[in-house]
C-alpha cells in the first residue's frame, strides 16, 4: 500500500523517461583497446625489512600495552596482585626495548633503522615513561 502510494507520487513528479538524456557511448575503439600488461596487473610493494621489524615490535609492544594497562588499574585499586603486575609489566617493556634496540642495531642499513626508530620509537618512550610513573604512583603509597 505505501509503495503503491510512492510510485504514484514519483510517477507525477518525475519527468517521463523518455524526456531523459542518457549519453550514447559512439565509439567502440574505446572498448575494445586491452590494456597494457604494465596496467592489467596490479604489483603491490614488497615489504622490507623494517615492515617485517615493526610488525613484531608492535606485537610486543601491544603486550607490554596489555601489561602495563593491568598494573595501572591493579595499581590504582592498590590490591595485592599490584607488586606483581608492575614486575610482569617491567618484564615486558624490558623485552620490547631489548627487541628495539636490536632491530635497530641489526638494521641492514642506516636507512631501514632510522624508519624503525620513526615508526616505533616514540610508543616505545612513552610506555617506558609510563611505567615509570606507575612505579612513582606505587612508591608514594
Known amino acids: 500500500m505505501i509503495i503503491r502510494s510512492l510510485l504514484r507520487h514519483c510517477s507525477r513528479t518525475s519527468p517521463p523517461l523518455r524526456s531523459l538524456k542518457i549519453p ?6 574505446f572498448l575494445a583497446t586491452p590494456l597494457p600488461d604494465s596496467t592489467a596487473r596490479r604489483h603491490f610493494a614488497a615489504k622490507t625489512s ?3 621489524a615493526v610488525e613484531e615490535l608492535q606485537d610486543l609492544y601491544a603486550t607490554a600495552r596489555d601489561e602495563f594497562e593491568i598494573a ?3 595499581t590504582e585499586k592498590k590490591t ?9 609489566a617491567q618484564e615486558e617493556l624490558a623485552k620490547l626495548k631489548e627487541a628495539f634496540e636490536t632491530a635497530v642495531r641489526k638494521a641492514e642499513d642506516e636507512e631501514t633503522g632510522k624508519e624503525i ?3 616505533v620509537g616514540q610508543r616505545v618512550r612513552e610506555l617506558e615513561r ?12
Open 24 to 29: 550514447v557511448l559512439t565509439s567502440r575503439r
Open 50 to 52: 623494517a615492515d617485517a
Open 72 to 74: 595501572q588499574e591493579e
Open 80 to 88: 595485592v596482585y599490584a607488586a606483581d603486575d608492575r614486575a610482569a
Open 117 to 119: 626508530t620513526q615508526r
Open 130 to 141: 609510563a611505567v615509570e610513573a606507575m612505579e612513582e604512583l606505587a612508591k608514594e603509597d
